[in-house]
């Protein structure tokens, strides 16, 4: 059974930092494209950024909206993906989801059940 | 970047009766489109990929349609637990971009 867990959110103030995980389990972790996408409060949902597999050369998108500010990497001996988070912002408030991406498609076949990030001083 | 117009923002339909649920882009994005459902406190499922092909464990009552600009999701006979948001996302060009979502209530 596939499942993602994300961890490490939690209340943090503008322009400091928090890292995000997602531990991956019930598959080969390093075949697959991870990303990331989140949900302000009452909202909809906003993909983050995605990071291709090493056979893909393991190369990074973002969203304009985070770019420069966000880095995601990944630990294939650990099935882990990080999502790094500095200079963070209040509109950066929201549900993280970590997301698998489907083989050769940017869609999204398996959902961590999130980590809220609250960004408030 | 491609905008994604998800409609009507709330469905209002009773159980046992049809919904109809609509997507549009505002450029071409092929078949490549997906359908999720989230339901309060959860995560989205996917339900639907590639415009029309159900992903795994998805009921038949389910089921999408359409290409390029216009697409459809259309759940047959609802369901008590069909009542949710549903999002649309192409994935055709960076960045992926999702619709507003459509909230299906209970009439």
């Known amino acids: 059974e596939v499942q993602l867990v994300e961890s490490g959110g939690g209340l943090v103030q503008p322009g400091r930092s928090l890292r995000l995980s997602c531990t991956a389990s019930g598959f080969t972790f390093g075949d697959y494209a991870m990303s990331w996408v989140r949900q302000a409060p009452g909202k909809g949902l906003e993909w983050v950024g995605f990071i291709r597999s090493k056979a893909y050369g393991g190369t990074t998108e973002y969203a304009a909206s985070v770019k420069g500010r966000f880095t995601i990497s990944r630990d294939d001996s650990k099935s882990i993906a990080y999502l790094q988070m500095n200079s963070l912002k209040t509109e950066d408030t929201a549900v993280y989801y970590c997301?698998?991406?489907?083989?050769?498609?940017?869609?999204?076949?398996?959902w961590g059940q999130g980590t809220l990030v609250t960004v408030s001083s | 970047e491609i905008v994604m117009t998800q409609s009507p923002a709330t469905l209002s339909v009773s159980p046992g009766e049809r919904a109809t649920l609509s997507c549009r882009a505002s450029q071409s994005v092929s078949s490549n489109l997906a359908w999720y459902q989230q339901k309060p406190g959860q995560a989205p499922r996917l339900l639907i990929y590639g415009a029309s092909t159900r992903a795994t464990g998805i009921p038949a009552r389910f089921s999408g349609s359409g290409s390029g600009t216009e697409f459809t999701l259309t759940i047959s006979s609802l369901q008590s637990e069909d009542f949710a948001v549903y999002y649309c996302?192409?994935?055709?060009?960076?960045?992926?971009?999702f619709g507003g979502g459509t909230k299906v209530e209970i009439k």
């Open positions: 997301t698998r991406v489907m083989r050769g498609r940017y869609y999204f076949d398996y």
């Open positions: 996302q192409q994935y055709n060009n960076w960045p992926v971009t």
